[in-house]
C-alpha cells in the first residue's frame, strides 16, 4: 500500500514537473524566436532544440531573402531606365526614381494609384487603350518644356498573371540627333541639286541646240561655275566629316605665326582680285602680325579657319569698304586672330546659329558669292578641337569682327 502511494506520488511529481516543461516550451513557442531553448532536459529539451534549429533556420532564410530581395530593388533603383511595375488592374505597385522623375510620379504616394490616371499624354492613352504593347512608344515627358523638351520611349512588358513591367528611356538627344541628321542629308541634297540641275540644262541646251562658238563658250564657262560649286562643296563636307571623325591635334606640328598671315594675305588678295569689276574699286585689305612665334596644332587646319574668316569677309563687303586681320598676343599667353569688315554686319538673333552647318543669313548673297554655309561650322570645329574660342561681334550696317582666340598652351613665343 505504502509502494501503491509512493509510485501515485512520484508519478504525481513527474507528471507535475513534465507539464510544467511542456507549459514554458509552449510559452516559448508562442513567442516565436529563435533564441535559446526554455528547456534542455529530456523529451522537451530534445524537441525545444529541434525547433530553436527550425526557427533560426528560417530567419537565416527570411534575412538572406529580404537582402537579396533590397540588392534587388537597390538595382532596379539603380537602373538609368524608368521601371514601373503595375498589378492586374493597371495599379502602381513599385515605382523607380527615374521613372518617377521620367512621369512626374511620386514613387511613394502613387503607389496603388491607376498608371492610366495618371499619364494624360493623348498617345499614351490611345496605346494604353489598344492593349497592343509590341511597340514602343515616344510621349513627351511632363516636365517638358519649351525650351528643355524631354522625349520619352516606353513599351508595357506583359508578365506574370495580367502583370505589366512598363520600362522607359530618355531618348532626347537621340531624337535631337536624328533630327539633326534628316536636316543635313535634305540640306545636301538641296544643295547639291540645284548646280546639277542647271548643269544638265546646259548639257542639254549644247546637245540639241546649233550653237555660236561664243555662246557655247559662255554656256561652259557657266557650267564651270557650277562645277566648282559643287566641288567645294563636297571638299567643305569631307573636311567636315574628317574633323569629327578624327582626334584632337597634338602640339607637334606648328605654324609661325608670320608665315600665316603671309600665306593668308596671299590668298586673300588673291580673291579680292578674282571676284572684283572693277579693279581700282575694291575692298581696302590689311594683315598685321603682332606676335612673334607658332600656333601649335593642325596646321592645315589652322589656316583653313583662318582662311575661312578671311573670305567670309572680302566676300560679304562691298567695295569701298574696309578689312583688317591681325594675330596678336594676349595677356595670358594665348593669341587672338581677329577679322573686322566694315559690311553688312549680323542682327543679334542670327549670332548664336552661325555656326549651324548650311545656316545663312542672306542665302542668294551667300551662293553667289560662292559660298557653302559650312565655313563657320568648320570654324568653330577648328576651335573646339584647339581648344580655342570663336567671337563674333556685329551690328547690322556697322561690320563684324570674328575672333579666334588660342589658349596659352597652344602658342610658342620666340623667347
Ligand atoms: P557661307 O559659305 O554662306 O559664307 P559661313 O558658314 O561661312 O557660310 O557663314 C554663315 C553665314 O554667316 C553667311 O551665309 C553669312 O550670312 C554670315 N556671315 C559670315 N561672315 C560674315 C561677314 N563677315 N559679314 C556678314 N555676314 C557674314
Not at 123 to 129: H, I, K, L, M, S
Not at 183 to 191: L, M, R
Not at 355 to 378: C, K, M, N, P, Q
Request: with cysteine.
Amino acid at each position: 500500500m505504502g509502494a501503491l502511494a509512493g509510485v501515485i506520488a512520484s508519478s504525481s511529481i513527474w507528471f507535475c514537473f513534465d507539464s510544467l516543461l511542456g507549459v514554458r516550451v509552449l510559452r516559448w513557442l508562442r513567442r516565436g524566436k529563435a533564441d535559446g531553448p526554455p528547456v534542455e532536459l529530456g523529451v522537451w529539451g530534445e524537441i525545444s532544440d529541434r525547433v530553436s534549429r527550425l526557427l533560426r533556420q528560417r530567419e537565416r532564410v527570411g534575412t538572406d531573402s529580404v537582402a537579396r530581395l533590397n540588392d534587388f530593388v537597390a538595382a532596379l533603383q539603380a537602373s538609368p531606365n524608368g521601371v514601373v511595375l503595375l498589378d492586374a488592374h493597371g495599379r502602381i505597385e513599385w515605382a523607380n526614381q527615374t521613372a518617377a522623375n521620367h512621369f512626374g510620379l511620386d514613387a511613394r504616394r502613387d503607389l496603388q494609384q491607376y498608371l492610366g490616371n495618371l499619364l494624360r499624354d493623348p498617345a499614351f492613352v490611345a496605346y494604353w487603350a489598344a492593349r497592343d504593347f509590341s511597340h514602343e512608344l515616344t510621349v513627351s515627358s511632363p516636365a517638358s518644356t519649351n525650351s528643355h523638351p524631354i522625349q520619352l520611349s516606353l513599351q508595357m512588358h506583359p508578365y506574370g498573371e495580367g502583370r505589366l513591367l512598363m520600362l522607359s528611356r530618355d531618348v532626347t538627344a537621340f531624337k535631337w540627333a536624328e533630327a539633326i541628321r534628316r536636316d543635313f542629308v535634305a540640306n545636301v541634297s538641296h544643295e547639291i541639286r540645284t548646280p546639277l540641275t542647271v548643269l544638265s540644262g546646259f548639257v542639254e541646251t549644247l546637245q540639241t541646240l546649233p550653237l555660236k562658238q561664243c555662246e557655247r563658250d559662255s554656256y561652259l564657262a557657266m557650267m564651270s561655275v557650277q562645277a566648282r560649286r559643287m566641288q567645294v562643296l563636297v571638299s567643305d563636307l569631307l573636311t567636315l566629316s574628317n574633323l569629327e571623325g578624327s582626334l584632337p591635334p597634338d602640339f607637334a606640328e606648328h605654324i609661325s605665326a608670320a608665315e600665316l598671315m603671309a600665306q593668308l594675305e596671299q590668298e586673300g588678295r588673291q580673291l579680292l582680285h578674282s571676284q572684283s569689276d572693277v579693279p581700282e574699286i575694291t575692298q581696302s585689305l590689311s594683315f598685321e602680325c603682332l606676335l612673334q612665334g607658332q600656333l601649335l596644332g593642325a596646321t592645315s587646319e589652322i589656316f583653313s579657319a583662318a582662311s575661312n574668316l578671311v573670305s567670309n569677309a572680302i566676300r560679304y563687303t562691298p567695295a569701298g569698304g574696309s578689312i583688317k586681320v591681325w594675330l596678336r598676343g594676349v595677356p595670358d599667353g594665348g593669341a587672338e586672330f581677329s577679322v573686322e569688315d566694315t559690311g553688312p554686319g549680323i542682327s543679334a538673333e542670327h549670332i548664336p546659329r552661325l555656326t549651324e552647318r548650311f545656316y545663312r543669313v542672306d542665302r542668294s548673297r551667300s551662293r553667289d558669292s560662292g559660298g557653302t554655309g559650312l565655313g563657320l561650322a568648320i570654324v568653330k570645329h577648328v576651335c573646339q578641337r584647339h581648344g580655342a574660342e570663336l567671337s563674333i561681334a556685329s551690328k547690322t550696317g556697322e561690320g563684324s569682327r570674328f575672333a579666334i582666340v588660342f589658349p596659352a598652351d597652344r602658342v610658342l613665343r620666340n623667347s
